[in-house]
């Protein structure tokens, strides 16, 4: 069972270029989120899915774009890499809202650098 | 908008301590919060889970308390080890759309 799984692990950009980072989770959860996590900082929701073909914004959306095509896989894309976005993305994923109490299962990160 | 402290930022203690981490928050309307803790270059851990109903929640040597009227929970480490070294989340969840996160609290468990 490999849970969330993100590619890649680590990232250089320059500045302007564009990339996706991928994530995929083999537990059949419906939500899934990325999140970012800047140094000092807690992490900030950047989009979120609440299933197959729903996605949404979250805290922090600008110069990122998501799709839900399947229940396993929610790429997070940047468009124009600027460096503040130079962050550590971490994708998470979860049965069910948290009204439910279900447990929120996290990927183990993305270093993304931009230059 | 929640906002949620954690306090002190960084702790250091010998093997075999009883310790505690505190984390805050400004609205009292949450779904459930949640502990989590991170080890370096890696994603987060689920620890303990509590519902907006309950007082506490136990795994292990690990105890969490929750009293949402003083917006304050804690995180209760018993007889620590060095492989409790980690940072620690807690998180709040307000709605079905979002966690809100602490800044963490780094802790090193001297051998």
């Known amino acids: 069972n490999a849970g969330v799984t993100q590619t890649p692990k680590f990232r250089i950009l320059k500045i302007g270029q564009s990339m996706t980072l991928q994530c995929t989770q083999d537990?059949?959860?419906?939500?899934m989120y990325w999140y970012r996590q800047d140094p000092g900082m807690g992490l900030k929701l950047i989009y979120y899915?609440?299933?197959?073909?729903?996605?949404d914004k979250g805290e922090v959306p600008n110069g990122y774009n998501v799709s839900r095509s399947t229940t396993e896989d929610f790429p997070l894309r940047l468009e124009l890499a600027a460096p503040s976005q130079t962050s550590v993305y971490f994708c998470?994923?979860?049965?069910?809202?948290?009204?439910?109490?279900?447990?929120?299962?996290f990927g183990e990160g993305s270093w993304l650098t931009v230059v | 908008k929640q906002e949620v402290t954690q306090i002190p930022a960084a702790l250091s203690v010998p093997e075999g301590e009883n310790l505690v981490l505190n984390c805050s928050f400004t609205?009292?309307?949450?779904?459930?919060l949640q502990w989590f803790r991170q080890d370096p270059g890696k994603g987060l851990t689920s620890l303990l889970l509590?519902?907006?109903?309950?007082r506490e929640q136990t795994s292990g040597r690990l105890n969490a308390s929750l009293d949402k009227s003083s917006g304050r929970s804690t995180l209760y480490i018993a007889a620590s080890q060095p492989g409790d070294s980690a940072t620690y989340l807690c998180?709040?969840?307000?709605?079905?759309?979002?966690?809100?996160f602490g800044t963490g609290t780094r802790l090193t468990v001297i051998p």
């Open positions: 998470a994923s979860s049965y069910s809202t948290g009204s439910s109490g279900n447990t929120i299962y």
């Open positions: 537990m059949n959860h419906n939500y």
């Open positions: 899915s609440v299933g197959a073909g729903i996605t």
């Open positions: 609205d009292s309307a949450i779904y459930n």
């Open positions: 509590i519902q907006s109903s309950q």
């Open positions: 998180a709040i969840r307000t709605g079905a759309n979002n966690l809100f």
